[in-house]
C-alpha cells in the first residue's frame, strides 16, 4: 500500500520520464535490518548507475557497503541471555563492499516507479565474531564443564555472494536532478562466517552452533541521481 501511495504521489509531482537510451546516476544511503539474529540496524550507502535499454528495461550496476549488525542464542531448555546450562552465542559485525550489475524494469510508462534486480560479489573490509560457548553443572567436580569466550574473527568471509530486489521510486527536482526512494531486500546464498560451519574443523564450534549465518536484510535508502536523456 506504501508503494502504491507513494508511486501516485510522485505521478502527480513529477514533471519527465526515463527513455530508451538515457542514462541515470546517482548516490544513495540508508539503514536495514536482519530478517533474523539482528542486534543492531546496519548501514548502507552507494552509487548506482543504470542505463535505458528497450522495452523500458535499463542495466546498469550498483557499488555499495553494507554493514551486519547479528546476534545468535542457541541455548539448552530454549533460555535465553546466557542463563542455560549449555548453550552458544555469537555477536557478529562485519562490512562488506559490494560490486553488482543490476537490471531495472520500469512500472508505468513514466519510470517513476521501477522494480530492480541486482547480484554481485562482496569484499570484507571490516568485521568479527566473538563467541561464547559453555556446559556447566551444578556439581563443580563435573570433569566436562567449561565456559569460555573466543575471538573468532578469523572466520568471517573474506568474500560474499548476494542477490537484491526491491523498488526505487523518483521524485523529480529540476533539470534533470530526481531524489530517490529505495525498498530493498537482501539475500546471501552463502553464510557471512565459518563459525558454527559443520565442515569448519574449529575450537569454537558446538552442538549448539549455528549451521549457517546468512538473514535476509531489508534497508531503506535515499539518495540523488542525475538523468541525462538520449541524444
Known amino acids: 500500500m506504501k508503494g502504491v501511495v507513494l508511486f501516485a504521489f510522485l505521478s502527480v509531482f513529477a514533471i ?37 535499454v528497450q522495452n523500458h528495461m535499463g542495466l546498469g550496476i550498483t557499488i555499495f557497503s553494507q554493514g551486519y549488525s547479528l546476534y545468535y542464542d542457541n541455548e539448552a531448555n530454549s533460555a535465553k541471555h546466557g542463563l542455560g546450562t549449555e548453550g552458544f552465542t555469537l555477536r557478529h559485525v562485519s562490512n562488506y563492499i559490494f560490486v553488482a550489475p543490476k537490471v531495472t524494469r520500469d512500472l508505468g510508462s513514466k519510470g517513476y516507479l521501477k522494480f530492480y534486480v541486482n547480484a554481485g560479489v562482496g569484499f570484507l573490509m571490516s568485521g568479527y565474531d566473538s563467541v561464547r560457548k559453555w556446559k556447566l553443572a551444578n556439581d563443580p567436580t563435573y570433569a566436562n564443564h567449561f565456559d569460555s569466550t573466543i575471538d573468532a574473527s578469523d572466520n568471517v568471509n573474506k568474500m560474499v555472494l548476494r542477490v537484491g530486489l526491491g523498488f526505487t521510486q523518483h521524485l523529480h527536482l529540476s533539470n534533470g536532478w530526481w531524489f530517490t526512494v529505495s525498498e530493498d531486500l537482501g539475500f546471501l546464498p552463502g553464510s557471512l562466517t565459518k563459525t558454527g560451519d559443520a565442515n569448519n574443523n574449529n575450537p569454537s564450534r558446538t552442538p549448539y552452533s549455528p549451521p549457517k549465518i546468512n538473514p535476509g536484510y531489508i534497508s531503506l535508502h535515499i539518495g540523488i541521481s542525475r538523468h541525462k536523456a538520449a541524444r
Open 16 to 52: 519527465k520520464g526515463y527513455s530508451q537510451g538515457s542514462s541515470t546516476y546517482g548516490i544513495f544511503g540508508g539503514a536495514g535490518l536482519a530478517t533474523s539474529n539482528n542486534y543492531d540496524y546496519g548501514l548502507s550507502y552507494g552509487f548506482s548507475y543504470v542505463k535505458g
